[in-house]
């Protein structure tokens, strides 16, 4: 099996899933297009090609289907772990304090050097968050740190 | 016109305006003089910031920093033998071959002079063409932006990368994301599944910061290791400009040539700077005297292709500002900023806005000017900018990204949709999926379905209507011919399968 076809069966699956949403679209105006046809069109041409991915014959030097390198999972955990903490804890504990960690978490994946890391993970979010509120007026969350940032 | 441009003139001279575009140039400088870090990346992390300021100065920042990232992506290119931006790609190893005969200054100040020279072509030709198209356009019905939005989506899945198949994926997928929420004329919610959020659709802004730029982040984490190597930089010396003369003198044929072949295939919706550069250098090298040169060093290339990636970025504009079609993924951004500020773009806009979008023009020329001095600078701090730590660059990008996707809603949502679709991007990178035809899906599918319902309420069924107006019946028969050649594409037999995206992105 390779990468193609298991995208295309993927494909395939989450067309039939949005086909069956779409059919339960009612239509309130009976005037042009139903709300629904565009999205039943557009889901089905989806399947349709994810169909045409996984039948169709590819090139013997397709990549097979194989567990990812022991890397690319590592990353990839990295990255799904940091953007779960993120979304966690970037109202409760702050901007400033997620993003240091982010920072620290991101730079250590990418083999930083602590001495360049390190003031970085203080002093980016920190710049960040105060020419953001103080420039472009965008409240971001001060959480753990509310009244001590400027 | 000349009342027009003068109002214009007063626009743009405004500290503001010129401020954005100095800053919009420097940020492009940075961004494209990083390896790995594209011209797109650069204008998508612009967009949080574009919130906050006029439509004239949000648009300066964008049209400097684009321009700008384009020209600076050749550095590492001739230095390095690493194309900044995707743009650069078609003729880094030549500018590399010429630096490694020790001519760096030729190379680059070459590459800086037809960049200049390629963006000040194209906006001149945006300056003129546009508004006779626009004075065109203007009688379109909603039968001709029907056939014209199509044509525009099918051009995407043409020039996308190798497989028209998963371009087309892309497409389909990024028109589906632009379906979700409420629907604009009964109101029913669409593919909501319950979530409250999703009520007013698929904010494009998260998505293109994620496909872009955390993209990049997902990369740079999984290859471990930063794009620059650790060999010597040359060192750039002398006189730059002088350098280049002897070319100017012996090409003057090729800057033209160039700059024409990028503006052309830059209004082509989907091609973009990148495919520009790689026909310009492809039909330099045809119609050369000496084509046995190529590859070792040979100036004559240079000029035609970095004059056509920054004629491409212009001409881009043409059907973006005259259709609201965009003719890239830097256009499509724009076109989202514009809308943002309650810009439609389209023919009614050089009428409605006349003075705003000449200055939008001016910002066009300015911008190009700027490249030379800006460039030159550039050149000299190249050894510093290619030393830049992305190891710690990378997680600071990824902030941007973070505060820019909160920006719009103040909604950790936006947050969640811009990680969402950096790790989508990155599946789709990874497995030969062009990213670009999915922001121009998400960005057009709402034009393509207003139209339909338009046009299908005027024609009550009667689908020959759709070919009864002559452009309208012109339009139709071009994107079914344009089907034709996709289909026939893809029923070809695959003789690669596209690599996996290392360095480079697919979009300039």
């Known amino acids: ?148 940032i400027p | ?180 929420g409420l629907d604009a004329m009964s109101g029913q919610p669409r593919f909501t599944f319950g979530v409250v959020e999703l009520m007013g659709g698929v904010s494009f802004i998260p998505v293109m910061i994620g496909v872009f730029a955390t993209s990049a982040v997902i990369r740079a984490l999984v290859k471990g290791r930063t794009a620059t190597g650790d060999d010597p930089l040359p060192q750039v010396r002398g006189r730059i400009l002088r350098a280049v003369w002897p070319v100017l003198r012996r090409y003057p044929f090729g800057f033209l040539r160039g700059s024409a072949i990028g503006t052309g295939i830059g209004i082509l919706p989907g091609a973009g700077g990148d495919l520009a550069a790689w026909i310009s250098y492809a039909l330099s090298r045809r119609f050369s005297r000496t084509p046995s040169a190529y590859g070792t060093g040979h100036p004559e290339g240079l000029v035609d292709a970095g004059a056509s990636n920054n004629a491409g970025l212009s001409g881009a504009w043409v059907p973006a500002l005259v259709f609201g079609i965009p003719g890239d993924a830097i256009t499509a951004i724009a076109l989202g900023v514009l809308l943002m500020k309650g810009l439609n773009p389209g023919p009614t806009l050089f009428t409605a806005d006349a003075p705003l979008l000449y200055a939008v023009f001016l910002c066009f020329l300015l911008a190009n000017i700027l490249l030379i001095p800006l460039g030159l600078l550039a050149i000299r701090l190249s050894r510093t900018l290619l030393k830049v730590p992305q190891p710690v660059l990378m997680p600071v990008i990824l902030l941007f990204c973070i505060v820019g996707s909160f920006a719009i809603n103040n909604s950790v949502f936006g947050i969640g949709a811009m990680l969402a679709f950096g790790l989508i991007g990155y599946v789709m990178e990874d497995n030969g999926f062009p990213v670009a035809p999915l922001i121009l899906g998400l960005i057009l599918g709402p034009l393509v379905e207003r139209t339909l319902s338009q046009a299908s309420i005027i024609a009550r069924g009667d689908v020959l209507m759709f070919f009864e107006r002559p452009v309208s019946l012109v339009l139709g028969i071009v994107a079914i011919v344009v089907w034709g050649l996709i289909i026939l594409k893809a029923a070809r037999k695959p003789r690669t399968q596209p690599a996996p995206v290392t360095t480079k992105e697919t979009s300039s």
């Open chain 1, 1 to 148: 099996m390779t990468r193609d076809r298991l995208i295309g069966l993927a494909l395939c699956i989450a067309g039939c899933i949005l086909v069956v949403s779409a059919l339960q679209i009612r239509r309130v105006i009976p005037i042009g297009i139903a709300p629904g046809t565009f999205p039943i069109v557009l889901a089905g041409l989806l399947g349709g090609l994810g169909l045409v991915l996984m039948v169709r014959r590819t090139p013997p030097a397709a990549p097979r289907l194989s567990w990812p390198a022991a890397r690319t999972m590592a990353a990839l955990a990295v990255f799904i772990g940091m953007s779960a903490f993120a979304l966690m804890a970037f109202e409760r504990l702050g901007f400033v304090v997620t993003g240091a960690v982010i920072v620290l978490a991101v730079g250590w994946m990418l083999h930083a050097g602590w001495r360049m890391l390190i003031p970085a993970a203080l002093l980016a979010p920190l710049t960040i968050q105060v020419v953001f509120e103080n420039a472009f007026s965008v409240p971001l969350p001060a959480g753990v740190l509310a009244g001590l």
């Open chain 2, 1 to 180: 016109m000349i009342e027009t441009l003068l109002s214009s003139s007063a626009l743009v001279f405004q500290p503001l305006v010129l401020l954005a575009l100095l800053s919009g140039a420097a940020f492009g400088l940075f961004v494209g003089a990083i390896p790995g870090l594209s011209a797109t990346m650069a204008t998508a992390l612009l967009v949080p910031v574009t919130f906050f300021m006029d439509p004239l100065p949000a648009m300066a920042l964008i049209v400097s920093s684009s321009a700008m990232a384009i020209c600076a992506g050749d550095i590492p290119a001739a230095i390095l033998r690493i194309p900044g931006t995707p743009a650069s790609a078609a003729y880094t190893d030549e500018a590399y071959a010429l630096t490694r005969k020790g001519q760096a200054n030729t190379a680059l100040g070459t590459l800086l002079v037809a960049a200049a020279f390629g963006g000040l072509f194209g906006s001149i030709v945006l300056m003129t063409f546009a508004p006779v198209l626009a004075s065109f356009a203007i009688r379109f019905s909603a039968f001709e932006y029907f056939w014209l939005a199509m044509l525009g989506l099918s051009c995407v899945v043409l020039v996308s990368g190798n497989d028209p198949i998963k371009a087309a994926i892309a497409l389909i997928l990024g028109m589906t994301l632009s379906t979700v």
